[in-house]
T-cell receptor, first 109, second 114 residues
């Protein structure tokens, strides 16, 4: 299967700081999503971004498919941003998705 | 709008007992459905996926099975639970006509096998 590596595994930020989370994948994909898992376990869709750049408020994401990586940017972080961020990649013709092990973010007030 | 339900939310079962977790989707038809398991502090592992009624693909050989008796219903089962079956079980759906396979997740079931 496709290997997905996320970095850093853990990140501690002071409220208001910016951060960049990275997702590397081992093969060509046509599906890439970023999720935020809140403390109750719910996975919240942040971006569907197999290529290009998208922005949603303080969050933005960029995927460079030819170089097999994606970046998630969080600006002006807030305590509510805390949780685990997952990258998931897949090939929709094979109906399979592969998750990275996540980046655990702790934003301190 | 589409909604995905999972129940129960939490479950504590003894080793050797049977298991049945249910997932239902509302507001869409002919979804692809997925079961994932998340061990504590780990990423998600795909267990099963289904592209239609009665069509199940297994990703990981194990003590679990899945069934899809209706278009928007996906069930995860076990005849005899093992301690290693403990974890957080998540159901997800996607709809092919969107041509993206973007996945949406349910709230999950926390299973503790004692």
């Amino acid at each position: 299967g496709i290997q997905v590596e996320q970095s850093p595994p853990d990140l501690i930020l002071q409220e208001g700081a910016n951060s960049t989370l990275r997702c590397n994948f081992s093969d060509s994909v046509n599906n890439l999503q970023w999720f935020h898992q809140n403390p109750w376990g719910q996975l919240i869709n942040l971006f569907y971004i197999p290529s290009g750049t998208k922005q949603n408020g303080r969050l933005s994401a960029t995927t460079v498919a030819t170089e097999r990586y994606s970046l998630l940017y969080i600006s002006s972080s807030q305590t509510t941003d805390s949780g685990v961020y997952f990258c998931a990649v897949g090939l929709y013709n094979f109906n399979k998705f592969y998750f990275g092990s996540g980046t655990k973010l702790n934003v301190k007030p | 709008s589409q909604t995905i339900h999972q129940w129960p939310a939490t479950l504590v079962q003894p080793v050797g007992s049977p298991l049945s977790l249910e997932c239902t989707v509302e507001g869409t038809s002919n979804p692809n459905l997925y079961w994932y398991r998340q061990a504590a502090g780990r990423g998600l592992q795909l267990l099963f996926y289904s592209v239609g009624i009665g069509q199940i693909s297994s990703e990981v050989p194990q003590n679990l099975s899945a069934s899809r008796p209706q278009d928007r219903q996906f069930i995860l089962s076990s005849k005899k639970l093992l301690l290693s079956d403990s974890g957080f079980y998540l159901c997800a759906w996607s709809v092919f006509p969107r041509r993206t396979y973007e996945q949406y997740f349910g709230p999950g079931t926390r299973l503790t096998v004692t």
